[in-house]
C-alpha cells in the first residue's frame, strides 16, 4: 500500500501517523501474528514510504509494547503467554467495570445510549450472518466505548493500550470457540443497566461478562497447547 506525498502536520494525519496506524492494524488483526519479524527497510517498501516514518511510527509502537525493536533485526511483533492474558484481562476488567460503573452513575446521554445501541445491533447481526470478524471488530470498539464513557483519560488511555493486546488474542481463538452469542447478550444487559442507572447491576454483569470471557480464551490456549498469542 503506497501513499501519496501530502504530509500534513498541525495536528494533522503525518506519515508517520499512517505508518503507525496501518502496522498496528496490521498486529492487530494477526496479519502480521505474534513473533512476526521484518527488517525496516522491508517494512518501509511495504507501504511505499522512506524509513524515517516507519521507524518512529515503530517507536510508538514499542512504547505501547506491541513491538520489539531488535538492533539489525528489524522488529519483531511481541508474543503474549498465557499468563500475559491472564494478566492484561484482569486489568482490564477492573477498568472496564470502573468506567461502567461512572457511566451508570451519572446517566448515559442519548447520544451515547444510540451509540451504543448501534454496536449492538452491529454485533447482532454480525452473528445472524455468520460474519465474525465484522462481529470481533464491533465487540472492539464497544469495550472502547466503555472505557471512553468513564469521562477518565488516563483510565481511557491505559484501557485502550491493553484492548489492543486483548484483541489479538480475540481474534486468534474467535473460530475455536462457541459462537458468541451470550456474549451479546450479556453487552446488551450491561447497557441496559446502565440506561437505568443502575451502576452497581452494570458493574456487576459487566465484571461476569468479563471474566467468563477470560476463562473461555485461557481454556483455549490451555487446550490447543497455544504458548503464545
Do not use: C
Request: aromatic share 4%; net charge negative; glycine share 4%.
Amino acid at each position: 500500500m503506497a501513499w501519496d506525498g501530502n504530509t500534513k502536520k498541525n495536528g494533522r494525519v503525518t506519515f508517520v501517523d499512517k505508518a503507525y496506524a496501518i502496522i498496528k492494524e496490521n498486529i492487530l488483526s494477526v496479519r502480521y501474528p505474534p513473533g512476526y519479524q521484518v527488517l525496516e527497510a522491508q517494512l518501509a517498501d511495504d507501504l511505499g514510504m522512506s524509513r524515517t516514518p516507519v521507524r518512529e511510527a515503530l517507536i510508538r509502537l514499542s512504547d505501547e509494547g506491541l513491538v520489539e525493536i531488535v538492533p539489525r533485526r528489524g522488529v519483531r511483533v511481541v508474543p503474549l503467554s498465557a499468563a500475559d492474558m491472564s494478566e492484561i484481562s484482569e486489568v482490564l476488567t477492573s477498568l472496564e467495570v470502573t468506567a461502567v460503573e461512572k457511566a451508570a452513575k451519572v446517566g448515559l446521554e442519548d447520544e451515547a445510549s444510540s451509540a451504543l445501541e448501534a454496536l449492538l445491533k452491529e454485533m447482532e447481526d454480525a452473528l445472524d450472518n455468520d460474519d465474525l470478524d465484522t462481529w470481533a471488530e464491533a465487540d472492539a470498539r464497544f469495550h472502547q466505548m466503555l472505557l471512553s464513557l468513564s469521562g477518565n483519560s488516563v483510565l481511557t488511555a491505559i484501557g485502550a493500550s491493553l484492548t489492543d493486546k486483548a484483541h489479538r488474542a480475540r481474534l486468534l481463538t474467535l473460530r475455536l470457540r462457541p459462537k458468541p452469542e451470550r456474549s451479546n447478550r450479556e453487552h446488551r444487559e450491561v447497557v441496559e443497566a446502565m440506561r437505568r442507572g443502575d451502576s452497581e447491576r452494570a458493574g456487576r454483569s459487566h465484571r461476569a461478562h468479563r471474566e467468563r470471557a477470560a476463562d473461555i480464551i485461557t481454556q483455549i490456549l490451555e487446550y490447543y497447547r497455544l504458548n503464545h498469542v
